[in-house]
C-alpha cells in the first residue's frame, strides 16, 4: 500500500464534520430568518402555491436538511476516494459496493414514493 496524505480515517472524518457543520449551519440561518420573520409579524405565506415560490427562510432550512442527508452518500466516496488513492482496492470495491446498494434504495424509495403519490 502506498500512504500520501492524510489517512482514510482523517478523510472521512473531515467529511462528516463539514458536512454535519455546513448542516447545522444552514439549519440555523433557516431558523433564525424564521424566527425574525414571526417576532416582525411577517410570516410567510403557509404553502408554496400561496406564495408563489419557496421563501428565502425554507430555502435555507431545506438546504441543511438536503447536506444533512448528503453527507452519508459523501462519506462513502471520501472512504472510496481514500482507499483508491492508497491503493486498497478490496476496500475500494466494498465502498463502492454500499454506494451502489444506498443509491438504488433512494431510487426505489423515489420510484415508490411517485407511485404512491399518483
Known amino acids: 500500500m502506498k500512504h500520501t496524505g492524510a489517512s482514510p480515517e482523517d478523510l472521512i472524518v473531515r467529511t462528516l464534520r463539514t458536512g454535519v457543520g455546513v448542516s447545522f449551519a444552514?439549519?440555523?440561518?433557516?431558523?433564525?430568518?424564521?424566527?425574525?420573520?414571526?417576532?416582525?409579524?411577517?410570516?410567510?405565506?403557509?404553502?408554496?402555491?400561496?406564495?408563489?415560490g419557496v421563501h428565502g427562510n425554507v430555502m435555507l432550512l431545506l438546504a441543511g436538511l438536503l447536506v444533512l442527508m448528503a453527507t452519508p452518500i459523501l462519506r462513502i466516496l471520501a472512504a472510496w476516494h481514500a482507499f483508491s488513492r492508497e491503493g486498497d482496492r478490496r476496500f475500494a470495491r466494498l465502498a463502492l459496493a454500499v454506494l451502489a446498494i444506498v443509491l438504488a434504495s433512494t431510487a426505489v424509495g423515489v420510484v415508490q414514493k411517485g407511485l404512491l403519490e399518483r
Do not use: E, I, S
Open 26 to 52: 444552514l439549519l440555523l440561518a433557516g431558523f433564525a430568518w424564521t424566527v425574525g420573520l414571526a417576532l416582525a409579524g411577517r410570516v410567510p405565506p403557509p404553502t408554496v402555491r400561496d406564495a408563489g
